[in-house]
């Protein structure tokens, strides 16, 4: 499995030197000129998690938008409707490729205050539970997908900044449904979504009790804020009446209030990064480098899976299963040691998917029995001892996946970390509590665990927007998943099942969800055909729960020179064409 990580620089593909590949960081200005480029598909595509999203975003390619314009206006559109998962109170990263392959991504993670120690979450001496640290100020991070989609636009938009914005606003300002899985997070989520008589009054009736399913919710605070940042742009996010109610907001919470202030708002940039790219059976996969642990784990994941011959064991064998846990149980163990923000940590990103480092790994590995204990290994260039620390609780997430006439594809996850996240709100949305996915005690036998909090870092992240390539250079599948630490394992499963599987993308998605993190229990999907093959998963040395898994994928992938979307029946994702 040949690996690399790539920076502004051609990966030449062995069976396509006409394609090559690069993974840049995005220029900050210069904006695509209006493309005159000839079609390379009949039509362009979006995949959502809500079907109003992807309406929005295929409306931007009916305008003659670009994939990025339509990705935005997706995510604009999920901050009304999925209220309780993504949208402008969070952030998320955006990776996108041009037609002939060439990759670049954005960071737009939130970051911790200027005053953030690394005992954020030490309280009387004692680490916070991550129940008593979601709900308040101390868990909100400052909001990145609004200077993501600023930078973005600037690059790869074709449309006005304004026209984007028109879908959320009319949604907002003329209302929309409750869906029966809004109506289920409002349910159980109650303690954040109520959480503020602000969201309390949107959401609750006087009985205290969620809005019924079919009930037209009208946010006019919400579309108030979307038409001044759809004319002030960024600058209205970050500097003035919101960036004042965010700061207010996370200072005046009644629990856990924090220590955020306007200039930490201020200051906030959205940062282009160096994709994470590398190949599995001839394929290119490429995705989002640090602090997202998603391109990482997915490639060591598939590293150490690669001398096994997964296709010919098929879908339901159990030793196939067992190979795809042992691989993730080695991948997981690594990420909980060494993945934080690059910025402020070692993080040997190249060392952990290397060709050499992963073959070693893949070495423990028995077809015939699990490792009793599995520990992180020493990849090329870990420079700093970290402790590993177990991996935390993520939910509140969105994945959409954007394609254009002309070929640009982009695969972007946002997320506001837990089910409404931190029940704050500003401006009529809800603000994320994404501080919580750093460990929350920063040292482990008096060792510093990299993903401990600091002033003006951003937490690691299992988000893993990815692009898949053809040994013939060309697109094959662009997917990523919501789903808190299992999104690598649903990335995975998709990738495996399209190409060790030879299954649909939708097919792939559909497939059920083995989750191997670090440990000794092995989690599958409840009520799935991998139930089956628990007894023959135990009799291989595993412990094996059933478990109800947070999942949500969405994918596109080209057929035959056409665009053929995937959504998880799990969700109320779609695919629409434009």
């Known amino acids: 499995m040949k690996i690399r990580l790539l920076a502004a620089r051609t990966f030449a593909m062995m069976a396509a030197p006409l394609l090559a590949g690069a993974c840049a960081a995005v220029p900050a200005q210069a904006p695509q000129p209006a493309s005159s480029a000839p079609a390379l598909y009949p039509d362009g595509m979006v995949s959502a998690a809500d079907p109003r999203a992807a309406d929005a975003g295929a409306a931007m390619l009916r305008q003659g938008g670009s994939a990025t314009d339509a990705a935005i206006a997706t995510m604009l559109a999920l901050t009304v409707v999925e209220p309780q998962s993504s949208g402008i109170g969070g952030g998320g990263f955006y990776v996108t490729a041009d037609a002939a392959g060439h990759v670049s991504t954005i960071d737009g993670r939130e970051t911790a205050p200027a005053s953030a120690t690394q005992d954020w979450f030490v309280k009387d001496g004692k680490v916070l539970t991550f129940a008593e640290a979601v709900p308040g100020g101390t868990s909100i991070g400052v909001p990145g997908n609004l200077a993501l989609a600023a930078r973005a636009h600037a690059a790869h938009g074709k449309l006005a900044w304004k026209a984007l914005f028109a879908p959320a606003i009319a949604l907002a300002k003329n209302g929309f449904e409750v869906t029966p899985r809004l109506y289920g997070m409002l349910k159980t989520s109650s303690n954040t979504a109520a959480f503020t008589p602000a969201g309390k009054a949107l959401f609750y009736g006087a009985d205290g009790n969620p809005r019924p399913v079919g009930t037209r919710i009208v946010n006019t605070a919400l579309a108030a804020t979307l038409e001044k940042l759809a004319s002030g742009g960024r600058p209205a996010f970050y500097a003035g009446a919101n960036a004042a109610a965010v700061a207010a907001a996370a200072r005046s919470a009644p629990i856990n209030p924090s220590s955020m202030t306007q200039a930490d708002i201020a200051s906030y940039v959205a940062k282009p990064r160096d994709a994470v790219c590398g190949t599995y059976r001839g394929y290119r996969i490429c995705g989002m480098g640090p602090p997202s642990s998603g391109a990482t784990t997915v490639l060591a994941t598939l590293g150490a899976l690669e001398r096994f011959d997964i296709g010919k064991l098929g879908p339901d064998s159990p030793v196939a299963w067992h190979l795809i846990a042992e691989s993730m149980r080695l991948a997981y163990a690594d990420r909980a040691k060494y993945l934080a923000d690059a910025d402020f940590e070692s993080v040997p990103v190249a060392g952990l998917v290397d060709k050499g480092y992963l073959a070693s790994r893949s070495a423990l590995i028995d077809p015939a029995r699990t490792i009793p204990a599995v520990d992180a290994g020493t990849p090329p260039g870990a420079k700093t001892a970290y402790a590993p620390a177990p991996a935390q609780v993520e939910n509140g997430t969105s994945h959409f ?89 649903q990335v995975l499963r998709a990738i495996i099942g399209v190409i060790d599987w030879n299954l649909s993308a939708q097919a792939a998605i559909d497939l059920p969800v083995l989750f191997a993190p670090t440990g000794d229990t092995v989690f599958v999907e409840k009520g799935s055909r991998l139930e089956a093959l628990i007894p023959a998963l135990t009799q291989l040395g595993h412990k094996v729960m059933p478990r109800e898994l947070p999942l949500k994928a969405n994918a596109i992938e080209v057929v035959g020179g056409r665009l053929v979307g995937a959504a998880d029946p799990r969700s109320e994702g779609r695919a629409v064409a434009e």
């Open 401 to 489: 996946v954007t394609v254009d006439r002309a070929g640009n594809v982009v695969t972007y996850t946002s997320t506001i970390e837990s089910p409404f996240g931190s029940g704050m709100m500003a401006g009529g949305y809800y603000l994320n509590n994404e501080l919580t996915d750093f460990d929350m005690a920063p040292t482990v036998g008096g060792v510093p665990v990299a993903n401990r909090p600091g002033p003006g870092k951003r937490p690691r992240s299992s988000m893993a927007p990815t692009l898949v390539y053809g040994p013939d250079g060309a697109l094959r599948l662009a997917v990523g998943a919501a789903g808190g630490a299992t999104i690598p394992a």
